[in-house]
């Protein structure tokens, strides 16, 4: 079989000439392509100075601060309040405002699987890369995240102090007031700034970005709320003000 | 002097060791760039702009730094502990006023831990909010959120392992709310406990799960989540438009 691209008689049948003469520099000539730089050694190093500055960090932390060690785990006697470690005190803290199933398990799971979606929900190659990917997108995450500042916290003191819930007990059905209810209510707080941001004719990524703020925002508070704000009984203190000897500190 | 180095660098000990001579010739010098294995982890040349500390903050390279440190401690700790429940607290005990610098290692492996869960929670926040979850970066972004919840099994199983009130009615806390699972809750709670409530049981499960099976699934997808940043192309930070550097 014969290459034609590769014919040996080449010389013959093609011919060459000059195209045209181009005055600028070549993409290579005093500057490397796209500003980089050797990662050897600059990078290493970097790394390596990161590496002590983190262990410098943990060494202060742990010279100054014992880890806390309390009486040898007893079944018998319950410790007031038994909180979970700190990470999953948001999940103890949404326990309080509705039946477990809803609060512990679909909420967290929905919001998990949400957070797995999110390349696929929003796949535009735009804004890749930088920060809140436009100054419009900054704002919506700053508005969106003190919106939920300010209704999380109130939501969780609200339906603490005035448990409707509670009151209304065996006048409507278990199932209404402890699933239907925080559901409704939950989807409301939640709804509220996605229907905002859908009129205002989003990007994928400003709809997620929306979404993603609402719900980070609301997992900090949750925990905060659960950590460091729930004394015994677990009811809400401010966090200098526990009753008894019981510090929240106390539990990491 | 020349002699013996020249002796040692050529021997096939010292062959077998680096696949090339001593760097005094280009072809030995490209080869000490291109044959390195810190060149598995970075390309040989890096953006500048995935460099600019106030893009990363480093927390991705922190929370791999922040689990070598656990893995030494962690390492370091098991030679004083039993995952017994008669023995593991005064093992506990012991550590803190006998052992040698053993009250340092147990600070450093706890503030270590919740050290770690923040980090790489911030590094999740982070990767969302610079948008470098987009294509092609989908799948790296799915293995991240599964190393993100490991981080935290990783945290949670170590918690129980002081056996002390706080461990103990922590981890009864945290496992009771698995029961409110519809469908699967008492199979996930009795297979977590291997038993109604938090005992013996639990604490070697629990001890297996964190000194074993967490991990090494923490270390096998770390690995392929630092491969798939570099097949992926880098940083996002070097798609980005240069103006956005001109701005600040």
């Keep these: 079989m014969s290459n034609e691209s590769f014919s040996k008689d080449t010389s013959k049948t093609k011919t060459y000439s000059l195209v045209e003469l181009v005055k600028a520099p070549t993409t290579m000539t005093d500057h490397g392509p796209d500003n980089s730089i050797f990662s050897f050694p600059v990078v290493a190093i970097m790394e390596l100075l990161l590496t002590l500055i983190v262990i410098v960090l943990l060494m202060a ?19 007031d309040p038994a909180k979970a470690p700190w990470y999953f005190m948001g999940l103890q803290e949404m326990l309080e405002h509705g039946h477990p199933t809803l609060m512990a398990v679909t909420m967290p799971a929905l919001m998990v699987l949400f957070v797995i979606a999110i390349p696929y929900l929003d796949n535009s190659r735009a804004g890749s890369g930088v920060w809140f990917t436009s100054k419009r997108g900054k704002r919506i995450t700053l508005y969106t995240g003190i919106y939920t500042l300010i209704v999380m916290p109130l939501y969780v003191y609200l339906d603490t102090t005035f448990p409707a819930r509670e009151l209304l007990r065996g006048q409507l059905p278990d199932f209404v007031l402890q699933t239907v209810f925080p559901a409704l209510l939950m989807g409301v707080i939640v709804g509220l700034p996605l229907l905002v941001i859908w009129r205002l004719k989003p990007t994928s990524r400003e709809f997620v970005l929306t979404l993603f703020t609402v719900l980070f925002v609301s997992a900090v508070i949750f925990t905060l709320a659960g950590f460091l704000f729930r004394g015994p009984g677990f009811e809400l203190y401010w966090p200098w003000n526990m009753p008894g000897h019981y510090s929240p500190w106390d539990n990491l | 002097m020349q002699r013996i180095k020249d002796f040692i660098v050529n021997s096939r000990v010292w062959r077998s060791f680096f696949r090339h001579g001593w760097p005094d010739n280009p072809l030995d010098r490209s080869l000490v760039m291109t044959s390195n294995i810190f060149f598995h982890l970075h390309s040989v040349k890096v953006s500048r702009k995935s460099l600019r500390a106030t893009y990363s903050f480093g927390l991705g390279i922190m929370s791999a730094i922040v689990f070598g440190v656990l893995s030494i ?53 982070r990767v969302f909010y610079t948008g470098a979850y987009k294509p092609p970066r989908e799948f790296n972004w799915v293995v991240g959120v599964v190393l993100l919840l490991l981080t935290l099994g990783a945290s949670f199983t170590g ?64 690995s392929l989540h630092m491969w798939r940043v570099r097949k992926d192309g880098g940083l996002a930070a070097q798609d980005a438009p240069d103006a956005e550097i001109v701005e600040e």
């Excluded at chain 2, 093992?91 to 980090?119: C, S």
């Design chain 1, 61 to 79: 932390m742990s010279l100054g601060v014992n880890a806390p060690l309390e009486e040898i785990a007893n079944p018998n006697t319950t410790t």
């Design chain 2, 159 to 222: 918690y129980l392992l002081p056996w002390d009130q706080l461990a103990y009615w922590a981890i009864t806390v945290g496992t009771s709310v698995a029961a409110y699972e519809p469908m699967m809750g008492s199979v996930i709670k009795a297979t977590l406990l291997g038993g109604p409530e938090v005992g013996q049981e639990a604490l070697t499960r629990f001890y297996a799960l964190h000194i074993m099976v967490i991990p090494a699934g923490i270390a096998l997808l770390t």
């Design chain 2, 73 to 125: 401690t962690g390492i370091l700790l098991m030679f004083y502990y039993t995952p017994t429940v008669e023995r593991a607290y005064s093992y506990i005990i012991t550590l803190q006023t006998l052992v040698p610098f053993g009250q340092l290692l147990r600070n450093l492996h706890r503030w270590g831990a919740h050290l770690m869960v923040i980090v790489v929670v911030f590094h999740m926040v």
